[in-house]
């Protein structure tokens, strides 16, 4: 199956969904890292029993409480960003993302950002092909 | 009427384009179409050439009776430019080398165009280096124009700004370190101190356009 619907009927809670998948994201990293629970709280400042909350993906948990963790083992925030994305469009996330390396996505996303900045400077400046005559 | 040389169309616009930069025609003023084409030696037709290119760029403004003005943006326009100029920079740290290191062994490279200028320049400069190194070769050409625009301000801000020697070599120094966050706030505080100053900015090059008209 290419697609797995995390985001449910419309209505159902985008965080909670978000977490979830966060969650199991950080334990996966953690466990593959051999830290054990009790290590991994202390490093990120959170005691054991929070900790479980953010793994179990506990909507209750809080998002910051993510971030840090994810930021703590260098997960791309693109894990948490892209999902996030899909979820609040009631769009479907497709899953096979979740295991891809989401930098590669982050790169693109920067340079996007960036193309249409400089096209909106460039509309701004004014256009002229002629230009490269001036200074150049 | 026989169409200019290409080689005279090239050398007038350089020059046109080096008036504009250093102030010597300051914002507002009236481009003197005939008084430049007898100090460079050459006929009316590339001067006018060249300041259609100018408009253009965005440089020059005709007139309603012929001829042309600089260009003379109000202070929100001042203010755009520097909003214009942060929006790049802020994209291009976006696109530099992921590695730090890569970062900063190209930044230490000596740049083939930097050359003695008035005003901070030197500001000028690091930033077409971070644009350089950040691989667009869009945003280079972008930040050349606006740079060219911003030439004449830059030579008035330097009257208010004591230090703009320093905030250049902060950039180059975070540019150096390879360090994005310092970047940022460099970038960050340039333009914000030279939106702040826009309206004594162009009150200071109204007051220099008068005192040339009087000489004139």
């Not at chain 1, 998002?63 to 996030?84: A, N, R, T, V, Y």
């Not at chain 1, 930098?103 to 249409?116: D, G, H, K, P």
């Not at chain 2, 084409?37 to 403004?61: D, F, K, M, Q, Y």
Request: charged share 30%.
């Amino acid at each position: 199956m290419l697609s797995h619907d995390v985001a449910g009927s419309p209505g159902r809670d985008v965080l909670a969904s978000l977490k979830g998948l966060s969650g199991k994201s950080i334990e996966r990293v953690r466990r593959r890292r051999h830290i054990t629970q009790a290590d991994f709280a202390r490093a990120v400042g959170l005691s054991v029993r929070w900790l479980r909350e953010v793994e179990g993906g506990n909507p209750s948990s809080s998002l910051e409480h993510h971030l840090l963790c994810s930021q703590q083992l260098g997960i791309p925030l693109g894990q948490m960003l892209f999902p996030l994305l899909y979820l609040s469009r009631g769009m479907t996330y497709p899953l096979p993302l979740a295991s891809l390396d989401t930098v590669e996505l982050e790169t693109r996303f920067v340079e996007l950002i960036a193309e249409r900045n400089s096209r909106a400077v460039r509309d701004f400046l004014g256009h002229d092909p002629r230009l490269s005559g001036m200074r150049s | 009427m026989a169409a200019p040389d290409p080689q005279i169309r090239g050398q007038v616009e350089e020059r046109l384009a080096t008036l504009l930069e250093r102030g010597e025609l300051l914002p507002g003023a009236v481009v003197p179409i005939a008084a430049l084409a007898r100090r460079w030696s050459v006929s009316e037709t590339p001067v006018r050439e060249a300041g259609w290119r100018a408009v253009g760029a965005g440089l020059l403004v005709p007139e309603p009776r012929g001829g042309f003005r600089v260009r003379e943006p109000d202070i929100d326009g001042l203010r755009d430019l520097y909003d214009a100029l942060e929006l790049l920079l802020v994209s291009a740290i976006g696109l530099l080398p992921a590695s730090a290191s890569r970062t900063r062994r190209a930044a230490t490279l000596p740049d083939a165009d930097r050359g003695p200028d008035p005003g901070d320049a030197d500001a000028a400069s690091t930033f077409l280096k971070l644009a350089r190194l950040a691989g667009n070769v869009e945003f280079v050409e972008l930040i050349r124009r606006l740079g060219n625009r911003l030439a004449p301000f830059r030579r008035a801000e330097a009257s208010f700004l004591a230090d703009d020697s320093r905030e250049a070599d902060l950039l180059m120094d975070a540019l150096k370190r390879g360090s994005r966050a310092d970047m940022r706030i460099a970038i960050r505080r340039y333009c914000r101190r030279r939106r702040t100053l826009a309206p004594a900015t162009l009150g200071l090059i109204a007051e220099w356009r008068r005192a040339a008209a009087h000489q004139d």
